[in-house]
């Protein structure tokens, strides 16, 4: 399996998950994406169609605590940025997009430390 057929299959996974699940005002959605050398993570509300708070591994109260922002570690701080993040705003509650990408590894790592940031899903 190439690359693009690899993406191909995602961006069809996520059509998939996407159909199914969606953020509101009271429950957002937090939107995960991976790169081979950083994390993302994105908390959005789809009634309104906004990004309410966004955290990778590039900003600044993520990046002066990693070395390298493609691990498991660095996924997991930045679950607990997003979750701090979100708590300052006054959400406790999201529904959790992987993007099409499997769960296990960062992406694993990255809902693990929002759960332990206090977030609910």
Known sequence: MDT????ESRLRRKKRIRKKISGTTVKP????????????????DDS?????AGVSTLTGEVK?????GGNVGSAKKV?????????DLGIKEIVFDRNGFKYHGRVKALAE???EGGLIF
């Open 4 to 7: 693009r057929e690899k993406m």
């Open 29 to 44: 959605r937090l939107c995960v994406f991976k790169s081979l050398k950083n994390m993302y993570a994105q908390i959005i």
């Open 48 to 52: 309104t169609g906004r990004v309410v």
């Open 64 to 68: 002066g605590g990693i070395k390298y």
């Open 79 to 87: 679950g607990e940025a997003i979750a701090k993040k979100a708590l």
């Open 113 to 115: 430390g929002a759960r």
